[in-house]
Nanobody, 115 residues
């Protein structure tokens, strides 16, 4: 059974930073693409970033390029999202995702950017 557990969300002021983590179990973590999505209130879930099986291939939504950095630790079966220069429009629930095995989602972690 696939388990994806996000952590690291919270309240931060504009311009601040947060680091999200996604702990994975029940899947061949080291060989699959992993993704971050987010969903703001009243909006559809949107893609944020993806990382290939190693840290050499990454992809970002235009809205977060240059501010967010995705990475993974294949020994710890954990993916990360370093978020810098946060803006109020980054406020959302952030989800860990994989398309492997038909697709799985974590429960999400709330990120609120507000002064």
């Amino acid at each position: 059974q696939v388990q994806l557990v996000e952590s690291g969300g919270g309240l931060v002021q504009p311009g601040g930073s947060l680091r999200l983590s996604c702990a994975a179990a029940g899947l061949p973590f080291s060989i699959i693409v992993m993704n971050w999505f987010r969903q703001a209130p009243g909006k559809e879930r949107e893609f944020v970033a993806a990382v290939g099986s190693s840290n050499r291939r990454t992809n970002y939504a235009d809205s977060v390029k240059g501010r967010f950095s995705i990475s993974r630790d294949n020994v710890k079966n954990t993916m990360y999202l370093q978020m810098n220069s946060l803006k109020p429009e980054d406020t959302a629930v952030y989800y860990c995702n994989t398309a492997w095995g038909g697709g799985s989602w974590g429960q999400g972690t709330q990120v609120t950017v507000s002064s």
